[in-house]
């Protein structure tokens, strides 16, 4: 309990992410902050060295984690870090500020998970190189999902619009974004599990679909590197989880089109769902975005809407 008004020595923070972006199924993944400057991401502090490891929770959304710490995702990460380093580290007086709400589709998980491997990393020295650090993370978010996936941890630890490379010893590289573009993330306030999101999708895809998503991941990388906004925004389609997850979010066809209908970009499943990402061209639309999503979308009181802005540093020392 005394970890909760304890002063801390360091403070970390890991930023929102929203897997997919609609078009990259697993392979995109993009990091975002509030326009207005509020931390939406997880907070760790490092509140002292002593003799064992201790976790306190505190936070908005604290009510959505296991009542029993010992399953805290940030304290699993302590000990896999441990054992990649090879070394007894000493114990530490932990709190966590989960500002992030839980299987809401805003990596979650991957937020505590990377504010913790960033904050190990950095407090003893660096003893793990970044692709080292960002294995360890895909693992540890792996263990939650199901799969390992980079499409959260990578842009919540890295910043920026990331597309993953398979097979490639760089994991993942930025690409461009358009700075004046804003994403509304709008969570309703109910909880829907990766795991179980991941189980209503189809376990194969024929040559012609492959091909097409292939095609319209290529169509959106190549507009953002020639700048073309428009066959950008046109690009953003999920031809693989959307379908399936369709019966998990009934509301997106409607709250798509009322939103388009007044040009903004488009609106997609972050991530898993059940958040909703709205693409805007500019704050005005941004703010219709956000007035309309929370009117018509937000269920009850865990739910949030925020207008953002892409993240461009990720994971940092506050
Ligand atoms: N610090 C933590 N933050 C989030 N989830 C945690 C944490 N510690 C343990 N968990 C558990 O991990 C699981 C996270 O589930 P899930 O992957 O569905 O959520 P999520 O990461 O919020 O989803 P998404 O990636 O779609 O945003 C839950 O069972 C939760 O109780
Ligand atoms: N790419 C993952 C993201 C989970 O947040 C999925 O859609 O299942």
Same mark, same amino acid.
């Given at each position: 309990m005394q970890t909760l008004n304890m002063a801390y020595i360091k403070r970390y923070y890991a930023p929102a992410s929203t897997g997919n +972006? !609609? $078009? @990259?199924?697993? +392979?995109l993944g993009a990091a975002f902050e509030p326009v207005s400057g509020e931390l939406f991401g997880d907070v760790l502090d490092i509140c002292a060295e002593q003799a064992e490891m201790t976790l306190a929770i505190v936070g908005r959304? $604290? =009510?959505?984690? /296991? *009542?029993? =710490? !010992?399953?805290n995702l940030v304290l699993s990460c302590f000990y896999a870090f441990e054992r990649k380093v090879g070394q007894a580290l000493p114990r530490l007086a932990l709190r966590l500020h989960k500002n992030l709400p839980v299987g !809401? @589709? +805003?990596g979650s998980s991957a937020c505590s998970i990377v504010v913790a491997c960033y904050a190990f990393n950095d407090y003893f020295n660096k003893p793990l190189s970044n692709v080292e650090l960002l294995q360890l993370m895909a693992e540890a978010e792996g263990g939650v999902s199901g799969s390992v996936h980079y499409d959260n941890v990578a842009p919540s630890y890295l910043g920026g619009l990331q597309l993953m490379l398979p097979q490639s010893e760089h994991i993942c590289r930025r690409l461009p974004w358009f700075e004046h573009w804003r994403v509304v993330l709008s969570y309703p306030g109910t909880v829907l599990s990766t795991k179980a999101a991941r *189980? $209503? +999708? /189809?376990?194969e895809l024929s040559l012609s679909h492959s091909i097409e998503f292939a095609g319209m991941l290529s169509r959106f990388v190549s507009a953002l590197y020639i700048k073309d906004e428009a066959d950008a925004a046109a690009a953003l389609q999920d031809l693989v989880a959307e379908q399936a997850r369709i019966a998990l979010l009934p509301e997106l066809p409607q709250l798509r089109a009322a939103l388009c209908a007044r040009g903004i970009l488009h609106l997609g499943i !972050?991530? *898993?769902? /059940?958040t909703l990402f709205a693409l805007c061209q500019n704050d005005s639309q941004a703010e219709f975005a956000a007035h309309y999503l929370s009117r018509h979308y937000e269920k009850n009181q865990d739910a949030t809407t925020q207008i953002c802005r892409l993240s461009l540093s990720g994971a940092r020392a506050l």
């Open positions: +972006l !609609s $078009v @990259g199924f697993d +392979l959304y $604290v =009510h959505q984690l /296991p *009542a029993d =710490h !010992s399953d !809401s @589709g +805003l *189980a $209503v +999708l /189809p376990t !972050s991530g *898993a769902g /059940p």
